[in-house]
């Protein structure tokens, strides 16, 4: 007689009679092995290593039917992928990624982003376009905010926002300024003279200073500026420079300039002028002291009036006295220390100042 089958096997199971031993594998009622002889086995060893095999060929079987997303065994009606099974549309959907923007699931092809995958429609919104031509683009250079495209990073720039400008109006010392910035470029001298003196007023009310005779102020082009500065690095930061005949002092502040650079560079000279004259036991320190005293004294002018671009300017300097100096003196003493700064230009020692401004890393 039969015995009836278990519907999920675990195990091989024997039934032995009045004849010998047979074995029966649980898959179906219909499968059942043969007898293994009329007789009992005299080697139980290939006997249990042939009931080992049943078992794991059955177990094999069984489990190749066992969806691949909920992990039950498929009924009726079911998916087949790459070798895999699933239960029905809905368990095979469940295995797909989500866009990363519209949070749906892929069904077709997809990107990989460093952020994660975006069907190819969320894709292609947002690839950026050049804000110069407007073209879209896989491959870009970033200025800041903007991006463009390599054929218009290309272009000339404009020396007041060195931003890749195509229609910029060319100066006679060779700068190149766009309609924008020209809009708010400083040319006459009057223009010039009142910024000039509202500058030297509020860096009184930052240093304390303010019983001090102005120098002169007179307007150049890059040329002329760049006759009377020895400067070894890119002459196209340059915007000023202060000079001290011993009788009269003149500033040389740069013609056709912005407004805010305008402002910012008088700032940065006037405060030569009251170095010069309050704190003479700096005139043997390097260059770089006095460099970095007054960006550092620019760098809280733009904080107090939040000239964003100016202060980004001063930050991301990177020229070696101009830049490595204005960073030294923040770490040393924060964003926004006047006083501290000034204790430290009355004791400070000039022999033990290096050469050379110390490079700090931010």
Same mark, same amino acid.
């Given at each position: 007689s039969s015995l009836p089958l278990p519907s999920v096997p675990v195990r091989v199971i024997y039934i032995t009679n009045k004849n010998g031993w047979k074995i029966l594998c649980s898959k179906s009622d219909s499968f059942n092995m043969a007898f293994l002889g009329g007789k009992r086995p005299k080697n139980l060893n290939s006997l249990k290593l042939l009931s080992i095999s049943f078992f794991l060929l059955n177990t094999y079987v069984c489990m190749a039917n066992i969806c691949s997303s909920c992990n039950r065994q498929t009924r009726g009606q079911h998916l087949v992928s790459k070798g895999r099974y699933y239960c029905n549309q809905a368990c095979y959907m469940k295995t797909k990624p989500r866009c990363l923007k519209c949070k749906l699931r892929i069904t077709t092809g997809y990107y990989v982003t460093p952020k994660g995958a975006m069907c190819k429609k969320c894709y292609g919104e947002s690839i950026p376009r050049c804000s110069s031509c407007r073209t879209k683009m896989e491959y870009w250079t970033s200025l800041g905010k903007k991006k463009y495209c390599n054929r218009c990073i290309k272009k000339p720039r404009c020396s007041e926002c060195w931003l890749p400008k195509s229609k910029a109006k060319r100066l006679q010392d060779g700068r190149r300024i766009c309609k924008r910035c020209m809009a708010q470029t400083v040319t006459s001298l009057k223009q010039a003279t009142a910024i000039f003196k509202k500058s030297r007023k509020v860096l009184g009310t930052i240093t304390g200073e303010t019983k001090q005779k102005m120098p002169v102020?007179?307007? @150049?082009?890059? &040329? *002329?500026? +760049?006759?009377?500065?020895?400067? &070894?690095? &890119?002459?196209?930061?340059?915007?000023?420079?202060?000079?001290?005949?011993?009788?009269?002092?003149?500033?040389?502040?740069?013609?056709?300039?912005?407004?805010?650079?305008?402002? =910012?560079?008088?700032?940065? *000279?006037?405060?030569?002028?009251? =170095?010069?004259?309050?704190?003479?036991?700096?005139?043997?320190?390097?260059?770089?002291?006095? +460099?970095?005293? @007054?960006?550092?004294?620019?760098?809280?002018? @733009?904080?107090?009036?939040?000239?964003?671009?100016?202060?980004? +300017?001063? +930050?991301?300097? !990177? &020229?070696?006295?101009? !830049?490595?100096?204005?960073?030294?003196?923040?770490?040393?003493? !924060?964003?926004?220390?006047?006083? !501290?700064?000034?204790?430290?230009m009355k004791s400070i020692s000039v022999r033990s100042i290096p050469r050379n401004a110390p490079i700090v890393r931010d």
């Amino acid at each position: 007689s039969s015995l009836p089958l278990p519907s999920v096997p675990v195990r091989v199971i024997y039934i032995t009679n009045k004849n010998g031993w047979k074995i029966l594998c649980s898959k179906s009622d219909s499968f059942n092995m043969a007898f293994l002889g009329g007789k009992r086995p005299k080697n139980l060893n290939s006997l249990k290593l042939l009931s080992i095999s049943f078992f794991l060929l059955n177990t094999y079987v069984c489990m190749a039917n066992i969806c691949s997303s909920c992990n039950r065994q498929t009924r009726g009606q079911h998916l087949v992928s790459k070798g895999r099974y699933y239960c029905n549309q809905a368990c095979y959907m469940k295995t797909k990624p989500r866009c990363l923007k519209c949070k749906l699931r892929i069904t077709t092809g997809y990107y990989v982003t460093p952020k994660g995958a975006m069907c190819k429609k969320c894709y292609g919104e947002s690839i950026p376009r050049c804000s110069s031509c407007r073209t879209k683009m896989e491959y870009w250079t970033s200025l800041g905010k903007k991006k463009y495209c390599n054929r218009c990073i290309k272009k000339p720039r404009c020396s007041e926002c060195w931003l890749p400008k195509s229609k910029a109006k060319r100066l006679q010392d060779g700068r190149r300024i766009c309609k924008r910035c020209m809009a708010q470029t400083v040319t006459s001298l009057k223009q010039a003279t009142a910024i000039f003196k509202k500058s030297r007023k509020v860096l009184g009310t930052i240093t304390g200073e303010t019983k001090q005779k102005m120098p002169v102020l007179k307007l @150049c082009y890059l &040329d *002329e500026l +760049e006759l009377k500065v020895q400067f &070894d690095n &890119d002459i196209s930061t340059l915007r000023g420079y202060y000079h001290d005949t011993g009788r009269t002092k003149i500033i040389f502040l740069l013609r056709t300039v912005t407004k805010e650079h305008m402002a =910012v560079t008088s700032v940065h *000279e006037h405060m030569h002028d009251i =170095v010069r004259k309050h704190y003479g036991r700096l005139n043997r320190a390097p260059p770089w002291v006095h +460099e970095g005293i @007054c960006q550092y004294i620019s760098a809280i002018f @733009c904080k107090k009036y939040k000239l964003k671009k100016s202060l980004i +300017e001063l +930050e991301t300097h !990177g &020229d070696p006295v101009y !830049g490595n100096s204005y960073r030294f003196f923040r770490k040393k003493f !924060g964003a926004n220390n006047w006083p !501290g700064l000034r204790r430290w230009m009355k004791s400070i020692s000039v022999r033990s100042i290096p050469r050379n401004a110390p490079i700090v890393r931010d």
